[in-house]
């Protein structure tokens, strides 16, 4: 799929749910629990999708998404808490919006 433009189609045959779910979760709309729009998300990220192609509103444009896999050691360790603290840190400073997705296995 590394030639070929990732559509959302792609992306829901992968995951075995309907297009109007990776659809949803993509344009972060009411209705995809935030576990499966964190999987979503995800999963278009492995496969090259564009989110430029993606009709989110101006207003969500200010919004980056850190996607975290939940396990015990990344938030008792106080490297990747660290981490995470400085990825909150820098976006207040730039303005923007965190959204964090935690994916439970």
Request: hydrophobic letters at 40%.
């Amino acid at each position: 799929m590394t030639n070929n433009k990732v559509t959302m189609e792609d992306i829901a045959r992968e995951m075995n749910v309907n297009k109007s779910t990776v659809s949803i979760a993509i344009a972060d709309k009411y209705g995809v629990s935030e576990e499966m729009r964190g999987k979503i998300i995800l999963k278009a990220i492995e496969m090259g999708y564009d989110f430029s192609q993606s009709k989110v509103s101006t207003s969500k444009r200010n919004k980056i998404a850190v996607i975290v896999e939940d396990k015990a050691s990344t938030f008792n360790n106080g490297f990747w808490y660290e981490v995470i603290q400085g990825i909150e840190q820098r976006i207040r400073e730039l303005k923007y919006q965190l959204k964090m997705y935690i994916l439970s296995q």
